[in-house]
């Protein structure tokens, strides 16, 4: 072997001895419910789908013509000829679902925080990150070249030690955090964040990912904390919306800025057209039908109660296992009993807490619910 393989496989070896190593299981959707996965038909509770839209007739014809009239995808960078009518629509529609002047769609979530962080700030400024915010905002973080530093979990009094000890020496500073933290299914505490950075003029980021669509009628985890100030508002149109793409809301001129000047945006091909009009179609659903944007909270606080955990914040309830190898059986055990329930590993959590994220959507029935919560019971009882 030459040294890049020798390397990948020393590598992947380590991994698949502390139970580590990722491997991809095609995966058919059959609706926003039931998957097939290597020949079986299982519930899946494992899905961001929160809505179940990506499977709405509505939702689906309107992509598909939106194919069939604009093309199958934008063509170039929307800086370039990639601008097409359906963006415009779209940011205007999400700009009034957050209460904002002005939105910006980018291709992913992942392509918004990394470009959006390093428009804003970069050298002599400060970014303070909650420690359990998604990936991809760290990544952000560190790419503008601003000094990065982590305080503890929603923990507001760490964070205003951090700016009364920090601020001073920093030009500007950006406080970014989850709205709905994705492993744990917990809210940040946006309302006194925002007190605080507002004292200390800091700008307050906020990744609603796992928020809009589910709380506060759809409008997401900001609108949960009414009295909160969220100058930057970044979400995703594939979770509770059904399709792709995301959008950073924010006053007009910072929109503007972004769209000169994120990287993510200007060198990127813009969103096809169908994943855009899939998306307003979504949202002509959620306005419409509030039975539904309540459903996917409804089933997890069933779920939490049926086994006695802390009442569910959002759509996400996280069942802690312990170690990576054990939350892998736990997952293979649900598997056996026709439910697909993802172990999720480090390092996308912290070691020694791999779990089961339990993800619930509008569309699970209540006894498929509690069948559920009496098939994760024995993982909750204590070992001897």
């Known amino acids: 072997m030459d040294s890049l393989t020798d390397f990948a496989s020393g590598k992947l070896q380590a991994l698949e001895a502390q139970s580590l190593r990722r491997r991809l299981a095609p995966t ?3 609706d926003g419910l039931w998957v097939e996965r290597g020949g079986r038909r299982l519930l899946s509770f494992s899905c961001n789908d929160y809505l179940n839209l990506s499977h709405h007739p509505a939702v689906k014809r309107a992509a598909a013509e939106a194919a069939l009239e604009y093309g199958a995808g934008a063509g170039a960078s929307r800086l370039v000829t990639g601008d097409h009518p359906l963006l415009a629509r779209l940011e205007a529609r999400l700009a009034r679902l957050k209460g904002t002047e002005a939105a910006c769609l980018f291709g992913s979530g992942y392509l918004a925080n990394v470009g959006v962080i390093p428009t804003l700030v970069g050298p002599g400024d400060l970014v303070l990150v909650d420690q359990l915010a998604h990936a991809c905002i760290w990544a952000g973080a560190k790419l503008s070249g601003a000094e990065v530093a982590g305080f503890p979990h929603n923990d507001v009094d760490a964070l ?28 940040a505490p946006l309302d006194r964040l925002s007190a605080l950075c507002r ?24 609108a949960a904390f009414p009295g909160a100030h969220v100058p ?13 793409g995301a959008y950073l809301c924010a006053d007009q001129p910072v929109v503007d800025l972004l769209k000169t000047r994120a990287r993510t945006l200007v ?36 779920f939490t109660r049926a086994l006695n955990l802390p009442p569910a914040q959002s759509a996400i309830v996280p069942v802690v296992i312990g170690e ?20 999720i590993r480090p390092p996308t959590v912290p070691a020694g807490t791999a779990r089961l994220r339990v993800a619930f959507t509008a569309g699970h029935d209540d006894a498929d619910v509690a069948g559920l919560a009496a098939a994760v019971r024995p993982f909750l009882e204590p070992r001897s």
């Open 267 to 302: 060198y990127s091909t813009a969103p096809p057209p169908a994943s855009i009009a899939a998306a307003l179609a979504a949202l002509d659903v959620i306005e419409a039908e509030p039975e539904r944007v309540a459903a996917p909270l409804a089933k997890a606080r069933a």
């Open 232 to 244: 930057l508002q970044m979400g995703t149109l594939s979770k509770a919306i059904g399709g792709y």
């Open 324 to 343: 990576a190898s054990a939350a892998l059986q736990a997952s293979r055990a649900l598997e056996d009993q026709g439910f697909l329930v993802v172990a």
């Open 160 to 187: 205003a030690g951090l700016l009364a000890a920090r601020r001073g020496g920093a030009r500007r500073v950006l406080v970014a955090t989850d709205g709905v933290f994705s492993m744990d299914g917990d809210l």
């Open 199 to 222: 004292e200390h003029d800091a700008w307050l980021m906020s990744d609603d990912a796992h928020g809009v669509g589910v709380l506060a009628g759809g409008r997401g985890s900001t």
């Open 28 to 30: 058919r959707r059959l």
